[in-house]
């Protein structure tokens, strides 16, 4: 909405004004996707929280596999072993499901992290080089149509490319 305000307002201008406006387009979701320095991010983050997932899925393995025990045997165990037995896998159940939470929003929280840090490159280099190319208008979402020509995604991502990845 805001875009077709201010496309609209800049077609306003004069004539002489209009002829030298330059307006360019970025797919701005592709450009984020495809730079390296997002592919760096997803990286780190994997890096970083891998090990933390494999740690969870063993200990998620472990408890199947003492509830499986737990029925296998309940047959042979005083009710009072079956009690404890059924206590202290609801507590490990429960410290798992703790501990998987807190993963999960741990990795969410450094996600959105990282994430943030990349568009906000990706939004420097885009103004950068608007400002460098003498762009009066970029233009990222809310676009039905744009010519070819205007499309500046393919050289920006060249020049995300061209910088090193950020963490």
């Given at each position: 909405?805001?875009?077709?305000?201010?496309?609209?307002?800049?077609?306003?201008?004069?004539?002489?004004?209009?002829?030298?406006?330059?307006?360019?387009?970025?797919?701005?979701?592709?450009?984020?996707?495809?730079?390296?320095?997002?592919?760096?991010?997803?990286?780190?983050?994997?890096?970083?929280?891998l090990p933390k997932q494999k740690h969870?899925?063993?200990?998620?393995?472990?408890?199947?596999?003492?509830?499986?025990?737990?029925?296998?045997?309940?047959?042979?165990?005083?009710?009072?072993?079956?009690?404890?037995?059924?206590?202290?896998?609801?507590?490990?159940?429960?410290?798992?499901?703790?501990?998987?939470?807190?993963?999960?929003?741990?990795?969410?929280?450094?996600?959105?992290?990282?994430?943030?840090?990349?568009?906000?490159?990706?939004?420097?280099?885009?103004?950068?080089?608007?400002?460098?190319?003498?762009?009066?208008?970029?233009?990222?979402?809310?676009?039905?149509?744009?010519?070819?020509?205007?499309?500046?995604?393919?050289?920006?991502?060249?020049?995300?490319?061209?910088?090193?990845?950020?963490?």
């Amino acid at each position: 909405m805001i875009a077709a305000g201010l496309l609209v307002t800049a077609l306003a201008v004069s004539g002489a004004q209009a002829a030298t406006l330059k307006i360019g387009v970025v797919n701005y979701g592709v450009l984020v996707q495809s730079s390296p320095q997002y592919k760096a991010a997803l990286a780190a983050l994997r890096a970083e929280f891998l090990p933390k997932q494999k740690h969870l899925a063993a200990v998620a393995k472990s408890l199947r596999a003492k509830q499986q025990n737990l029925v296998r045997n309940q047959a042979t165990m005083t009710q009072d072993q079956v009690a404890q037995a059924e206590l202290d896998l609801r507590e490990r159940v429960e410290a798992f499901r703790k501990e998987s939470a807190q993963t999960e929003q741990a990795l969410s929280t450094r996600r959105d992290e990282l994430f943030t840090k990349v568009q906000k490159a990706v939004a420097e280099v885009v103004q950068h080089y608007a400002v460098q190319h003498g762009y009066n208008l970029v233009l990222a979402s809310g676009v039905i149509y744009a010519d070819s020509g205007m499309d500046l995604t393919p050289v920006l991502l060249k020049v995300l490319k061209a910088q090193p990845p950020a963490h």
